[in-house]
């Protein structure tokens, strides 16, 4: 009801302005100066068609409202619907429709209905003005998005009256940009989307790829949107986006005309052809128009152009094919489809031919014919290219693979090609030519053109002795070459595994010297490698940068399934008489290798791993670096988690068990010169594991919610495995959801060298100076990995130090740091750093780590405890003995001698002192007798009198003595003392020399 009231009201306003109008005395309206539209339908599936005046006033005399088609009415492709008559008819030539859907197909500016938006949340949550300059910029036939890192998203709001479907053709080449397309309602309420259709998948470089959507019945708001990350400052890839078809429309009321450069030549198509080559059209052409003599065009060219004077930039030379006399010489030929003009003013000619040269030797692994073809050898057989093929003597195996070094003719398995992501103007052109001793990137039909050199191996197949090996080197490929470029060239090397997807190993930009890459295969799989030489990625239709080049010296596959062999290579055999001719070459098990003596097979010793691409000789066991042992396969090298130091006249034993489980690292947060945040997150997987690299980063863009990051159990679809790796983390704005998008993920390590408390392993530095000093006496312990991996900015691959350092102040599983100087990890891209802190880091406890406390004796028991030494720095290990109990007497044995002593000594001074008082009192005595003496008779006496009265004490005797004791002559005082004879003093004799207490 609601429904219908509307559209009454809307219908009797009509009518009442179709009064007025009549009322004001205006003109009658014509066809020109209205248009027809359809009413919203109701519940009943009805609408309504109305006439909508272009100008408002501007006539009187309205058509009437009438009834519509019904609401699932639709005209087939290459129909519109005539609102005037509401009836399908055929379209003209010249222009094309779908029926009942919308293609967008021309960009030379945004058509109407679509708008792009450039966002960006900060950290405060409001938009940046850095972002006002980025948009999806049209480039004619396709789109290109934002190069930077802002947010820009392009979006079409269309109403369907049925189920339809959206389907575009993209190209996305760069990890380093995220690229998302997601639908929302008219209450922005967003479509359920699986990953796969709301994350686009990459695609192969210079090459397109369709997404499609089903999207429902109602308004659908259509989002593509790009955001960026310039880690490093390097400039990303853009997306490229063209030929968006939306189905599930009702009807279109007009057709398309075709855009500059296409046609339909005959009424009702539902699509349009492009132009060929020196032919022209513009917009909504029935035909092409053939360009005058003087001019010329590529295929879909609008217009025709001048044809420019020939000059040096449109031919190049080429090497022919060896003839029967050996002999091949150096020719020179116009580019295809040449446009320029011989004879003209300043044209150039093309250089005479070169003179006949004797052909290069064949690769190796051929042998050259009769008519100086090369052929490859015979299963079983080798050669070096200059020599017949020989058959491998007994004990040895052909080396199969394919070595390339002499380029007179592209190899069977190599082919090259031409491609323009704008147009198709090269697709008949060869990309690169060869040039005898080696093979470089062609003219191109433009300058941002794609040269491609593909090389297909069938498989790899280890050599007989390698086949029971368990290692990770399948094969490797190795390939020699240099750029020349005035501009921004970049070469990419590019790997298709199994014709699933291809993926940018590595890239190149600007000029490089000669020089060598490796690439090591570790899956058994089918591999197509790709060389892409752009010269610029600027949209450009003429060739100025044709001295840009890249040289390709020579390549090397080794192990190649089927290969060709260029030498022999000692095997293992069965018995020591197998020697003999006709012997064959059996597998050594893993961990073995060939005796040089025997040719038979021999473990490696304990803490040794095989080389991988050799096992002849016990060379072939390269010792594990320190602190680390082999796994039973000898295949690698890892660390236990167990770790032995001595120094200090000490010997520290480490038990790293608990940081054995795979730790996460999310440092940051970091910003791009815009302000974009970014974090890294590293998984490290330090020790045990018996050698299996545990740690695993994500390999593709991947919804994470803050619950996933955290999470131990978190699932990746595609993944990386390595002692250490690392994945590049952006927040996003989730539509009313925070969520994190992580990609880029690369191994940091998978080889671990060795554990040491030195700071230098391998030419690897720990740079202890990057960390706070070790205030503790227990030494850090330096774990190094490297990846074997070289980049283009990393040579030698790229390497990681992981400081272990004892803290018994953190939880038992630690905390992960990287130093404040290198907030990312690492200061040169090359070498990463971290800080493990832990108290599972200290060395294991034992007696030295702890003293004993004697208790006092309490009840004849004594007590006997034992406490840590301060600060505890180990862990583990012994523990703290009991506490003991001993008897013992309640007053000890030192303290009774200690009492008895001193009982002794008090007697003794005790006596003492009662000999001297009573000394003293008899001198007293004397002494008064003398006084009383002397002053009854007013004299003194003699000086030598001895006479003493009658009653008076003997004297006592002076003992002169030098070695009587203490008690001796304690006992003759005594004795005199008993005596009759009074004392006098002596107080002179001439026979005393001292006196002498014994």
């Not at 309205?62 to 009834?67: A, D, N, S």
């Not at 088609?69 to 003209?92: I, N, V, W």
């Not at 699509?271 to 060929?276: A, E, H, N, V």
């Not at 003194?940 to 009658?950: R, T, V």
Request: glycine share 8%; aromatic share 10%.
């Amino acid at each position: 009801m609601l429904e219908r009231s509307e559209e009454f009201c809307f219908l009797l306003f009509l009518t009442v302005s179709q009064i007025l109008s009549e009322k004001l005395d205006l003109r009658p309206c014509i066809e020109t100066d209205y248009y027809y539209e359809y009413t919203e339908c109701d519940s009943t599936g009805s609408r309504w068609r109305v006439a909508i005046p272009h100008n408002q006033g501007s006539c009187s005399g309205l058509p009437t409202p009438t009834r519509g088609t019904d609401c699932t009415f639709s005209c087939a492709a290459g129909e519109y619907l005539d609102m005037s008559t509401q009836k399908c008819r055929p379209c003209a030539s010249g222009s094309y429709s779908l029926g009942s859907g919308l293609r967008f197909d021309q960009w030379d500016s945004i058509p109407d209905g679509f708008t792009s938006l450039a966002t960006f949340i900060d950290l405060n949550g409001e938009d940046s003005q850095a972002c006002n300059g980025s948009s999806w910029t049209p480039q004619g036939v396709y789109l290109e998005s934002s190069r930077d890192e802002c947010s820009v998203s392009l979006v079409y709001a269309v109403r369907l009256e049925k189920q339809g479907l959206v389907s575009f053709s993209y190209q996305y080449p760069d990890s380093n940009i995220f690229f998302q397309f997601y639908v929302q309602n008219e209450q922005c309420q967003e479509m359920f989307q699986n990953d796969d259709q709301k994350w686009i998948k990459p695609t192969t470089t210079g090459e397109w790829d369709t997404h499609t959507v089903n999207l429902n019945s109602g308004t659908n708001i259509l989002y593509w949107r790009t955001t960026g990350i310039l880690d490093g400052g390097k400039m990303v890839k853009p997306v490229l986006l063209k030929n968006i078809q939306i189905e599930g429309v009702a009807y279109t009321s007009e057709c398309f005309r075709c855009r500059p450069g296409w046609f339909s030549p005959d009424p009702g198509s539902s699509s349009c052809q492009t132009c060929p080559r020196n032919t022209a059209s513009s917009k909504g052409a029935s035909s092409c128009t053939p360009c005058p003599d003087n001019q010329y065009s590529h295929e879909g060219w609008a217009e025709c152009r001048e044809r420019p004077a020939c000059s040096e930039k449109d031919y190049f030379q080429i090497h022919t094919p060896c003839d029967s006399e050996g002999k091949t010489q150096v020719t020179y030929r116009w580019v295809e489809p040449q446009i320029c003009v011989e004879n003209m003013t300043g044209a150039v000619t093309l250089p005479p031919t070169g003179e006949r040269a004797p052909c290069p030797p064949c690769n190796p692994g051929y042998y050259n014919t009769n008519d100086s073809t090369c052929f490859p050898c015979p299963h079983g057989t080798h050669s070096d290219g200059t020599s017949v093929c020989e058959e491998c003597p007994a004990g040895t195996e052909p080396v199969l693979g394919y070595e390339y070094k002499w380029w007179n003719v592209l190899p069977s398995n190599m082919k090259t090609s031409c491609f323009n992501v704008g147009n198709t103007k090269c697709d008949d052109m060869n990309g690169w030519e060869v040039a005898g001793d080696h093979i470089q990137s062609g003219s191109g039909g433009s300058d941002n053109d794609y040269l491609i050199l593909n090389l297909h191996v069938p498989g790899f197949k280890l050599p007989t002795s390698l086949s029971g090996m368990t290692g990770s080197e399948y094969g490797r490929i190795t390939f020699v070459f240099e750029t020349v470029c005035s501009a921004d060239c970049e070469l990419y090397f590019m790997m298709d595994v199994n014709r699933k997807s291809t993926t940018v190993v590595e890239s190149w930009e600007g000029s490089k010297e000669k020089q060598s890459y490796t690439h090591v295969m570790s899956t058994n799989s089918s591999v197509s490698y790709t060389w892409a030489f752009q010269r610029t990625n600027k949209a450009l239709d003429a060739r100025q940068l044709v001295g840009d080049v890249v040289k390709l010296y020579s390549v090397s596959v080794t192990n190649v399934l089927n290969g060709v062999a260029s030498a022999c290579r000692a095997c293992a055999l069965v018995s020591q008489s197998s020697k003999q001719a006709g012997s064959t070459c059996v597998p050594c098990p893993a961990g073995f290798y060939i005796d040089r003596d025997t040719n038979r097979c021999q473990e490696c010793p304990p803490d040794t791993h095989l080389t991988g691409h050799h096992t002849y000789g016990q060379d072939a066991c390269a010792p594990c670096g320190p602190g680390s042992k082999s796994n039973k396969d000898h295949s690698l090298c890892y660390s236990d988690c167990s770790f032995t130091y001595v120094g200090k006249n000490q010997t520290w034993t480490f038990d790293l068990s608990p940081l054995s489980k795979v730790a996460s690292l999310i440092n940051g947060p970091s910003f791009t010169s815009k302000g974009t945040k970014y974090l890294h997150q590293f998984n490290i997987s330090l020790c045990g594991h018996e050698g299996k690299r545990a740690a695993v980063c994500t390999d593709n863009v991947t919804d994470l919610t803050s619950k996933d990051m955290q999470s131990d159990s978190a699932q990746f679809v595609n993944s990386v495995d390595s002692f250490i790796c690392q994945s590049t983390i952006i927040p996003a704005d989730g539509r009313g959801f925070r969520m994190a998008l992580s990609s880029q993920s690369i191994s940091l390590a998978d080889t671990f060298l060795g554990a040491t408390v030195d700071t230098a392993l391998d030419g690897v530095n720990a740079k202890p100076e990057l960390y706070p000093k070790n205030s503790k006496d227990v030494p850090d312990i330096n774990f190094f990995y490297r990846s074997t991996q070289a980049t283009a900015s990393c040579e030698r691959g790229r390497s990681t130090v992981i400081t272990v350092r004892c803290n018994p102040e953190r939880s038992e599983n630690g905390d992960l740091s990287v130093p404040s100087l290198c907030p990312a990890g690492t200061c040169d891209g090359c070498t990463f750093y971290f800080l493990w802190e832990s108290p599972s880091a200290c060395p294991l406890c034992t007696q030295s780590d702890f003293h004993q406390i004697e208790g006092a004796c309490k009840g004849a028991v004594q007590e006997t405890l034992y406490m840590w030494n301060e600060p505890k720095l180990c862990t583990k290990g012994v523990s703290l003995p009991d506490t003991s109990s001993t008897a013992c007497d309640a007053i000890a044995l030192w303290l009774k001698m200690g009492v008895g002593g001193g009982a002794f000594m008090a007697v003794l001074l005790i006596s003492l002192t009662c000999y001297f008082w009573k000394k003293n009192k008899r001198l007293e005595y004397k002494y008064s007798r003398l006084v009383m003496t002397a002053n009854k008779e007013c004299e003194l006496p003699a000086a030598d009198s001895c006479a003493l009265a009658e009653g008076e004490e003997p004297e006592d005797d002076v003992v002169y003595s030098q070695n009587s004791s203490l008690l001796g002559k304690l006992r003759a005082i005594a004795n005199k003392g008993e005596g009759e004879c009074s004392e006098s003093v002596q107080l002179k004799s001439s026979q005393s020399e001292r006196w002498v207490w014994g």
